[in-house]
């Protein structure tokens, strides 16, 4: 498997623009995170799904985020408008989360190359 | 709320040395502490990780120290080297309710010097 699949690797754009990241977890994973990652704040989880449902949206910090999974092999970050503060790097998680067949319990998180955005 | 807690926030040391990073949770419902290893332009990826059955596990270089009771766990990499320079996130997680998702500690960027 090639792993998680970020696009683009960069972007940079002017205040007041859409901007849409992409993101191709690990075939067969079912649960799908969206992360942001800065100096100041660390790595912070901003969404996450399971089976494509959205579960917990409470780091997304307003209402100019919002994500989509329309189905298991592709999802969307996107932020309109986006502002300066905004820019950080973007990562992508896919886990295949749950029990074992030895027993114990994983969470393993397989993270993308990440997406860095700056906002000008 | 920062449920598990990292330090130090950066970390340099010289080649051979001993690098040690510290974690603490807050949650005793934890069960699981993953290790994760980021390097420039790359995402994390897991590196090693403990349950809190046993008080240390070793791979390699890299040890984990477990105390339950105080609710900390620490990653010491023996012997550093320059390749081990990198951003090392502790997390915490556990099972119940049917959610694996970790939490993770803010990350400690180590430098280790040739």
């Known amino acids: 498997d090639a792993g998680v699949i970020q696009s683009p690797r960069h972007e940079v754009t002017e205040m007041g623009q859409e901007v849409t990241l992409r993101c191709k977890p690990i075939?067969?994973?079912?649960?799908l995170f969206w992360y942001r990652q800065t100096m100041m704040r660390g790595l912070e989880l901003l969404i996450y799904f399971n089976n494509n449902v959205p579960i917990d949206d409470s780091g997304m910090p307003e209402d100019r985020f919002s994500a989509k999974m329309p189905n298991a092999s592709f999802s969307t970050l996107k932020i309109q408008p986006s502002e300066p503060r905004d820019s950080a790097v973007y990562f992508c998680a896919s886990s295949l989360a749950g029990p074992q067949t030895s027993g114990s319990w994983t969470d393993t998180q397989y993270f993308g190359p990440g997406t860095r955005l700056t906002v000008l | 709320q920062q449920q598990v807690k990292q330090s130090p926030q950066s970390l340099i040391v010289q080649k051979g040395g001993i690098s040690i990073i510290n974690c603490a949770y807050e949650?005793?419902?934890?069960?699981?502490f993953p290790w994760y290893q980021q390097f420039p332009g790359k995402g994390p990826a897991l590196l090693i990780a403990i349950r809190p059955d046993v008080s240390e596990k070793k791979e390699g270089r890299f040890t984990i120290s477990f105390n339950k009771s105080a609710k900390q766990f620490s990653l010491h990499i023996m012997d550093s080297q320059p390749g081990d320079s990198a951003t090392y996130f502790c997390a915490a997680s556990n099972d119940r309710g049917g959610s694996y998702i970790p939490t993770f500690g803010r990350g400690t960027s180590l430098i280790v010097h040739p």
């Open positions: 075939s067969g994973h079912d649960y």
């Open positions: 949650n005793t419902a934890f069960d699981y």
